[in-house]
């Protein structure tokens, strides 16, 4: 399911892949959705453009150049920690 809107103002499922034109954001909006990520309990994976998520608690998996219709951009995709259960 694709769901086009801000991130502010749709629900968000717990396990998907979510696609982010970093380009687009300054830092706090980058910082919001970092946040709104972090928080969702299941399995999250962002590809992102330009900049990857500020945040200890995603991992990036994959980070490359790629060629776009507006010229070179970075990817980056990255996966949530998942946490630590201690005994």
């Known amino acids: ?3 086009h809107g ?6 968000l499922p717990d396990d998907a892949v979510f696609y982010c034109a970093g380009t687009t ?3 706090a909006s980058l ?11 299941g ?12 945040s200890p608690l995603f991992t990036t998996i994959h980070q490359g150049l790629y060629p ?3 010229g070179e ?8 920690v998942k946490e630590v259960t201690r005994p």
Not at 6 to 11: E, G, K, L, Q, R
Not at 33 to 38: K, M, P, S
């Open 1 to 3: 399911v694709f769901t």
């Open 6 to 11: 801000s991130f502010n103002d749709v629900p």
């Open 25 to 27: 954001f300054d830092d």
């Open 31 to 41: 910082e919001k959705l970092t946040t709104r990520l972090v928080e969702l309990p």
């Open 43 to 54: 399995h999250v994976v962002v590809i992102s453009l330009s900049q990857a998520l500020p």
């Open 68 to 70: 776009f219709s507006w």
């Open 73 to 80: 951009s970075h990817v980056y995709i990255q996966e949530k």
